[in-house]
């Protein structure tokens, strides 16, 4: 009895003691729970002037895309109008150049280089690409056109060939210059074409019967198949060096001063 006593007693004095310990838990807990409240008040502030500036921002890109949109209209504009204008100023001057390119082929003002433009002996029976070793180009200039004896309606590609070492480079070639007719003619080249001092020049004709040669009074070589840009000839692979052959072909142009 008297331990039983004991037991309740004790009992009695824990629960007493865990009374007494609660009330500042619960406060602890109540103030925790205020400060998370507070800080959940002032992120929710925050989450909200983040949206307001968002939306701000989304307003700000949508008119940033629209002046765009509007620079972006004046600069075609302009680009338009200004390629416009330089394509007719560039048209305007391209009339003028073949103007005076074809005033200076007429008027026999421009510089020659080639082989005598008469009626020769030998008629060559094939296409042929002549290569002209004997009248090298003698300072720089720009060529315009080309001259021949022609003895029947074709056409020409005149080269100009590069010494690079031992062999000869294709640098240039003209789109094929149409001859209308036979005898004596005087063609301008569609583009001029810058030349250097100790260039050489070569002739296409592509039909044959279209061009005559003398022998002995040249040193005019040749090949059977014509030669791009970019192609490199070999001296030794033209043939003719014993003919000394000379085409009634050259071509026109301006020469710089010596």
Sequence with gaps: MIRTLTQLGILMLVVGLAACQAPPNIKKLQDENGALAQQLG????????????????????AELNRVVA?????????????????GQVRQFVQLRIDSLKNFLLASDLLDYIGGELVERTNVEPKPVLAVDLYNQIPVSGTLTGVGGYFQSAGDVSVKVLRQIGDNLVVVWASEPVIIA???????????????????YLAYYFSKPGSISF???????????ADVPVG???KRSSLQG??????YAVGVFGLLNTK
């Design 231 to 233: 192609s490199l000839v």
């Design 70 to 86: 509007v620079l972006g209209q004046e600069k075609s504009s302009r680009v338009a109008e200004s390629t416009n204008l330089r």
């Design 241 to 246: 060096e014993n003919d000394k052959r000379s």
């Design 42 to 61: 002032q992120a929710n502030q925050r989450i909200s002037s983040l949206e307001a500036d968002k939306t701000l921002l989304k307003q700000d890109v």
């Design 214 to 224: 003398d022998t002995g009074t040249g040193d005019t070589r040749y090949l059977a």
């Design 181 to 199: 007719e036979r005898g004596m003619q005087r063609l301008n080249f569609p583009v001029s074409v810058g030349v250097e001092k100790g260039d």
